[in-house]
């Protein structure tokens, strides 16, 4: 069936560093991208999403781009602050199917 | 204030005891959806609705029901729960697809399921 592959699992980056994580989708109908951030014992909460049209979209620190060919896409994060510590899940999903499939998510440290 | 609230928050149980987790929205959604998370395998999804009484399986449908009388509630539905079915588990919801392609989802603040 269709997946999403997520890699780190792990990335500790110093205070101000950047940081990239990437997935891969296997479903080539796959036409929207969200990623999701999670504190500890939070909800999952949006934090920039992609769609098949485009090819890169940045707000603020955060930016994600999409290799339609490749089937990846990635997220970069700029100069991290503490608050950016999290797990971060992405996502793929087709609207002909309406399922979305998670990635297993990184767990981001960002040490001061 | 929109949300997607979920109940109970917190849930001990036994084995075989059935039990509905709820899930309510505010926010005039069409698309709800259940996902469990367990640690290494990111959310799964149990299963989703289209819209009142349409329902379908996601990835992980085993041992869950669901419904789909009122457009703001989804409830879940274990029958018989086992030991395996000991997970976080969050509700979300978002407006259909549009032209554009699928919305966000907004999530609940998850439940705590653990079955004895």
């Keep these: 069936g269709e997946n999403v592959e997520q890699h780190p699992s792990t990335l500790s980056v110093q205070e101000g560093d950047s940081a990239v994580i990437k997935c891969t989708y296997s479903d080539s109908a796959s036409n929207y991208f969200p990623w999701y951030k999670q504190e500890l014992g939070k909800r999952p909460q949006l934090i920039i999403d992609i769609r098949s049209n485009v090819g890169e979209k940045k707000d603020q620190r955060i930016a994600v781009t999409l290799n339609k060919t490749a089937k990846h896409f990635s997220l970069h994060i700029t100069e991290t602050q503490p608050e950016d510590s999290a797990v971060y899940f992405c996502a793929a999903s087709n609207t002909g199917g309406f399922k979305t499939i998670f990635g297993a998510g990184t767990r981001l440290f960002v040490k001061a | ?116």
Excluded at chain 2, 2 to 29: D, E, F
Aim: overall charge neutral; hydrophobic content about 25%.
């Design chain 2, 1 to 116: 204030e929109a949300q997607v609230t979920q109940n109970p928050r917190y849930l001990i149980t036994v084995t075989g005891k059935k039990l509905t987790v709820t899930c309510s929205q505010n926010m005039n959604h069409e698309y709800m959806s259940w996902y469990r998370q367990d640690p290494g395998l990111g959310l799964r999804q149990i299963y989703y609705s289209m819209n009142v009484e349409v329902t379908d399986k996601g990835d992980v449908p085993e041992g869950y029901k669901v419904s789909r009388k009122e457009k703001r509630n989804f409830p879940l539905i274990l029958e018989s729960p086992s030991p395996n079915q000991t997970s976080l588990y969050f509700c979300a919801s978002s407006f259909l697809p549009t032209g554009e392609g699928n919305q966000p989802q907004h999530f609940g603040d998850g439940t705590r399921l653990s079955i004895l």
